[in-house]
């Protein structure tokens, strides 16, 4: 049996996904942009934490075998290397490569980093193979270590590496796994022995801890529960309660006879997609409208957050806005107003300037899902003290496009539950899903944020590409709730 430490944490996760993953690989979706960055996020971190043990050794992943990585590593221990980072290690086909260890009289201590903030099973899972490995080689494991970052630190002018980073001793909880991690290796040993595909079902192992990459295989190809509305497309209903409905056979809405374990939301979804229903309170809407006033500020912003923080004042993974949409709605006419930052710079100030230059105090502003954009000002308001009074003004003055379809004063049947623009948009206006397929590069706020952080090691002339692409999207968003506000508006006239 070949088996990393990746592998292995698959299995630990589903069984069936590691068999796929071996013999039929071309069945799982392949890595999207999102997890290939949060790898190298997770790589940037890594480095960074190497700066908590300095002056190590680091075996290099290119140009060698894991053999080699092995021998390497060994000659290292035995010629007392105090640091080793990626320390390879191998037995009987198991290969682990260890972030950081730490080589002492008393003992090898293992470092395993982890770009998340807090510390999870399946990270212990992880460390308890490692250590597995270097006990069965008869090595002395004084300590096994899980670092992660602390996203309460705020950086000031320099970066603190003792204060990002949080070293917690999993070294008990590590050993007293090692039991599990024989039979988790007996169970996997013989499952890719076998040359027929584990008969695993679906469940809630489909998504924690991680989204498994045989989601589209097991649950579209295999039981084609995606392109149809079922009970796992019922908002607000927890995955336990819904795989406890799939167990008992009831798949479909028609399957269901049983209403009482639903709230009043997920009745009604239900009872909508059955009967192709539009729920719309006239008297709601319009109680909604009334709240606001002419011109009307359509507000929308951008962000992207960083794992380890290269401004002052900035936590790890804090949302920094860089650019916002900004279309003034003055009844008859419309006018669009916008900002985007040079990449590689701290964007806040010159932001938080444009922003006040641009929505006068005392004036209606629109956002959808408002407390994001209530959050990103007001923490630009604690940030530059000058311009704090305008920002909490503006901040004050948010009002929630949200509101009517989170109250269900309108409701589509096509709209399955979400009152999320995503959801909402395509529903009422389908043209406009039409528009955002048609965008060049840039289709959600996630490649928006994915781009924003690569274009500064872009040429530049994609460079260019992709800042008139951001350009071009952010001006959608706001465009889109200009027609959703006219639509609501058309409707009680």
């Given at each position: 049996m070949n088996l990393s430490k990746s592998l292995y944490v698959r299995g630990v996760q589903c069984a069936k996904s590691l068999w796929l993953k071996i013999y039929k690989n071309e069945e799982l979706e392949k890595l999207s942009q999102s997890t290939m960055d949060k790898f190298s996020v997770g790589n940037r971190v890594g480095e960074f934490a190497c700066g908590l043990f300095p002056n190590g050794v680091k075996i290099e992943f290119e140009g060698s075998t894991f053999e080699e990585k092995y021998?390497?590593?060994?000659?290292?221990?035995?010629?007392n290397q105090e640091i080793i980072y990626e320390a390879t290690f191998l037995y009987e086909g198991i290969v682990v490569m260890i972030d950081i260890l730490q080589n002492t009289k008393e003992g090898l201590i293992i470092n395993e980093v982890k770009s998340s903030t807090t510390l999870k099973e399946i990270?212990?899972?992880?460390?308890?193979?490692?250590?597995?490995?270097?006990?069965?080689?008869?090595?002395?494991?004084?300590?096994?270590?899980?670092?992660?970052?602390?996203?309460?630190?705020?950086?000031?002018?320099?970066?603190?590496?003792?204060?990002?980073?949080?070293?917690?001793?999993?070294?008990?909880?590590?050993?007293?796994?090692?039991?599990?991690?024989?039979?988790?290796?007996?169970?996997?040993?013989?499952?890719?022995q076998g040359q027929n595909e584990p008969d695993i079902d679906i469940g809630e192992h489909c998504f924690n801890p991680y989204p498994c990459e045989a989601y589209e295989?097991?649950?579209?190809?295999?039981?084609?529960?995606?392109?149809?509305?079922?009970?796992?497309?019922?908002?607000?209903?927890?995955?336990?309660?819904?795989?406890?409905?799939y167990k008992r056979g009831i798949v479909e809405f028609r399957?269901?006879?049983?209403?009482?374990?639903?709230?009043?939301?997920?009745?009604?979804?239900?009872?909508?997609?059955?009967?192709?229903?539009?729920?719309c309170d006239k008297e709601q809407i319009r109680r909604f409208l009334n709240t606001l006033s002419y011109p009307i500020y359509h507000l929308d912003f951008e962000t992207f957050t960083q794992a380890i923080p290269e401004y002052k004042g900035i936590k790890p993974y804090m949302q920094i806005p860089f650019q916002y949409s900004l279309h003034i709605?003055?009844?008859?006419?419309?006018?669009?107003?916008?900002?985007?930052?040079?990449?590689?710079?701290?964007?806040?100030?010159?932001?938080?300037?444009?922003?006040?230059?641009?929505?006068?105090?005392?004036?209606?502003?629109?956002?959808?899902n408002a407390s994001f954009e209530k959050g990103v000002i007001r923490n630009l308001a604690t940030l530059y003290p000058s311009l704090s009074e305008h920002l909490l003004n503006i901040e004050q003055n948010i009002k929630d496009l949200m509101i009517p379809f989170k109250n269900r004063a309108y409701y589509h049947y096509k709209m399955q539950g979400s009152y999320s623009i995503k959801k909402v948009l395509p529903a009422l206006i389908p043209e406009m899903e039409e528009a955002y397929k048609k965008l060049n590069l840039i289709h959600d706020g996630s490649e928006a944020m994915q781009s924003f952080e690569a274009m500064q090691y872009m040429s530049e002339d994609e460079r260019k590409s992709y800042h008139q692409a951001l350009l071009e999207y952010c001006k959608l968003d706001t465009l889109a709730m200009v027609k959703v506000l006219a639509f609501l508006e058309e409707i009680v006239s």
């Open positions: 021998i390497q590593t060994k000659k290292l221990l035995e010629n990270y212990k899972q992880d460390c308890a193979l490692q250590y597995f490995v270097l006990k069965n080689l008869n090595y002395v494991i004084k300590q096994v270590n899980l670092i992660h970052i602390d996203n309460t630190y705020i950086r000031g002018e320099e970066l603190e590496l003792k204060k990002l980073f949080v070293i917690c001793d999993i070294t008990d909880e590590v050993r007293a796994k090692q039991e599990e991690v024989k039979k988790n290796l007996a169970c996997f040993s013989e499952v890719l295989y097991c649950w579209e190809k295999q039981r084609g529960l995606c392109q149809r509305e079922n009970i796992f497309c019922i908002a607000g209903l927890r995955k336990d309660k819904k795989f406890a409905l399957d269901i006879k049983d209403f009482s374990s639903f709230d009043t939301k997920q009745k009604g979804q239900i009872q909508a997609s059955l009967n192709k229903q539009v729920v709605d003055n009844k008859n006419t419309l006018e669009h107003r916008e900002f985007l930052s040079e990449c590689g710079v701290d964007p806040r100030l010159e932001l938080a300037k444009s922003l006040v230059s641009d929505i006068p105090k005392d004036v209606c502003v629109l956002a959808y």
